[in-house]
């Protein structure tokens, strides 16, 4: 049962984070030029306020199920405090390079090369990131990029998949059950999910080899989490072997084609009574009133599929691939969509 100490500690380090990563917002749009005008339709966009106010609503619902005992508070994943300096000071330093490509200088292929089965759509500088998904530098870059994007509720919206996860924990044994995060990244989600379960064993799959290293680096040294090089869309695991399916943040990145063969994969590779996770951007009518801003997102952090994405319905992408849609919430930005293995 979650003490009032807990709670205070909670408040605590969300506060933290918040402060920090906003923080770094608000210095880099003093220091980033801002972007002509958009000439394309715009829709309605929200009030910082009421912006607010979703942060907000998502951290209350994670504290409510936090105490409710459906999964522990998050531990703070980084806590040297040299090592989050030290990622400020490289944020800060790749600013400059990230604005230029914002302003139309040339959008530089990252590092590798043509022909070294990496796919085309891959190859980019998404989010005008310095290096694409292709460099040590990068990895190290993007969870503060990500983080001052959402001004310190990245990691929170990655959380909400816990909620569905735990819900269908609650009538089985958590021991020898597998999980698969597919597009891992730098592992955070992966990260709560072990630290939540410790007994299950994990599996984090990404196409890119330096964005798995970060993700050892922060998990640590444990067989119970694995760490595969691989694609979304061609995952290397048997039909029915794993009992949790989660991503975060991947299907917004990837082509429409390439989307429906990742989501039939995670459907393929799910065991029967199994459970998908989704956690992504939220899309056009979730929110209405913030419309605006997904006109915008692809245009201000290129984006390239997000546009096309965000059109869509997830839930409705899911059940196409031959899953249930089992439970749908809205957490600030993002959406958590769990779909049931039928
Ligand atoms: C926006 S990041 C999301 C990472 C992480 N899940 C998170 O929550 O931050 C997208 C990740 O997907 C990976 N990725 C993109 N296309 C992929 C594909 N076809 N197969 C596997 N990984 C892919 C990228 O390398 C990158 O690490």
Redesign the pocket.
């Known amino acids: 049962m979650a003490s009032a100490l807990d709670r205070l500690t909670y408040a605590a380090r969300q506060t933290a984070r918040i402060a920090w990563y906003a923080g770094h917002y608000a210095a880099g749009r003093r220091l980033l030029k801002p972007m002509p005008k958009p000439d394309f339709p715009v829709g309605p966009t929200p009030s910082r306020q009421e912006m607010t106010a979703a942060m907000r609503a998502a951290f209350q619902r994670e504290w409510q199920d936090i105490r409710a005992g459906l999964f522990p508070a998050p531990r703070p994943l980084s806590v040297d405090p040299a090592d989050l300096v030290r990622r400020s000071v490289l944020y800060f330093r790749d600013l400059p390079q990230v604005d230029a490509r914002r302003h139309g200088a040339a959008d530089e292929l990252p590092p590798g090369e043509q022909g070294d089965g990496l796919?085309d759509y891959?190859r980019q500088n998404?989010h005008f990131q310095s290096d694409g998904?292709l460099s040590h530098r990068s990895a190290r870059l993007?969870?503060i990029q990500?983080e001052t994007l959402f001004t310190g509720a990245?990691d929170l919206m990655?959380r909400r998949a816990m909620k569905p996860v735990a819900e269908w924990l609650a009538d089985r044994s958590q021991r020898g059950l597998t999980g698969l995060?597919?597009?891992?990244?730098?592992g955070?989600?992966l990260a709560f999910l072990h630290g939540a379960w410790p007994g299950m064993k994990f599996t984090g799959?990404?196409?890119?080899p330096p964005?798995l290293a970060e993700a050892r680096r922060l998990i640590g040294p444990t067989a119970r989490v694995k760490l595969v090089e691989?694609?979304?869309?061609r995952l290397p695991f048997d039909d029915a072997s794993r009992d949790l399916v989660v991503?975060?943040?991947?299907l917004?990145?990837?082509p429409k084609e390439?989307r429906a063969r990742?989501l039939a994969e995670m459907a393929r590779v799910v065991k029967p009574d199994g459970l998908v996770v989704i956690?992504d951007s939220i899309q056009k009518g979730d929110r209405p009133g913030w419309d605006g801003l997904l006109d915008l997102f692809p245009h201000h952090f290129h984006e390239p599929y997000y546009a096309e994405y965000a059109d869509g319905s997830l839930g409705a992408w899911g059940e196409a691939a031959g899953l249930t849609l089992a439970a749908s919430e809205h957490a600030f930005l993002s959406k958590v969509v769990a779909f049931a293995r039928p």
């Open positions: 796919p891959y998404f998904w993007y969870d990500v990245a990655r995060d597919v597009g891992c990244g730098t955070r989600l799959l990404d196409l890119s964005y691989g694609a979304a869309e991503s975060s943040f991947l917004h990145e990837l390439v990742a956690v």
